[in-house]
């Protein structure tokens, strides 16, 4: 049976920047009803059934059950969300992630400004991801709806914002730009994206769906 993951922060720890009604509505709602979908489906099903959200995710993407890869890989894709969020953001990224993304983008400004461009220019309901290639090289990607990198293995996660308007309505109304300049700065766990950027390097992983 897959988990709801409790918030690794306090429901009002982001208050200045992300209100604790969104958060609240946010996961104990939106994220909690997918996990209940995917545990609903899963008793269901006859046949392979994996034990992890993870191998879920990615054996109904095999098998293109949309039901069952809509809620799993949202369940997914929030619980990782969450990870990506912390109340000390700090400085920017760092270390050998910094250095990546100079080396894709040119400067670190010249990738904040990609990063709320690229999200901000998103249609509709989705994603902004930023991944690590099998080489090293890190890319920002936005993905429509429910998908997710892990469903075919190609690249590694390092951090996500939610693009979805649950995520950011009730406090930056149709302000996405405004939503993504604020989790850019404010919100966005660069700590946490520069140990999976080092996780790369090292062949190891550093976080997973909690069960």
């Known amino acids: 049976m897959i988990k709801l993951p409790n918030?690794?922060?306090a429901p009002e720890a982001l208050e200045l920047s992300m209100s604790t009604a969104t958060l609240?509505?946010?996961h104990d709602k939106h994220h909690a009803a997918y996990v209940k979908k995917v545990n609903g489906f899963m008793a269901e099903r006859q046949g392979e059934k994996p034990t992890t959200l993870e191998a879920i995710v990615r054996l109904a993407a095999k098998e293109g059950d949309k039901k069952l890869f809509n809620n799993a890989a949202q369940a997914w894709n929030h619980g990782f969300f969450w990870q990506s969020l912390t109340a000390d953001a700090g400085q920017g990224p760092t270390g050998a992630l910094a250095r990546a993304i100079e080396a894709k983008f040119r400067s670190l400004d010249a990738f904040a400004e990609q990063f709320a461009t690229q999200g901000e220019g998103h249609f509709g309901s989705g994603w902004l991801w930023l991944v690590a290639e099998a080489d090293g090289a890190i890319a920002l990607k936005d993905t429509h709806d429910a998908a997710t990198p892990i469903s075919d293995g190609q690249t590694t996660p390092l951090l996500t914002c939610d693009l979805w308007e649950h995520a950011y309505y009730l406090d930056y109304k149709n302000e996405r730009?405004?939503?993504?300049e604020i989790f850019y700065t404010k919100l966005a766990n660069w700590r946490f994206a520069e140990a999976q950027y080092d996780a790369v390097h090292a062949n190891a992983r550093t976080w997973a769906y909690p069960q």
């Open 177 to 180: 730009r405004r939503f993504l």
């Open 7 to 9: 918030l690794p922060f």
């Open 24 to 26: 609240r509505t946010h």
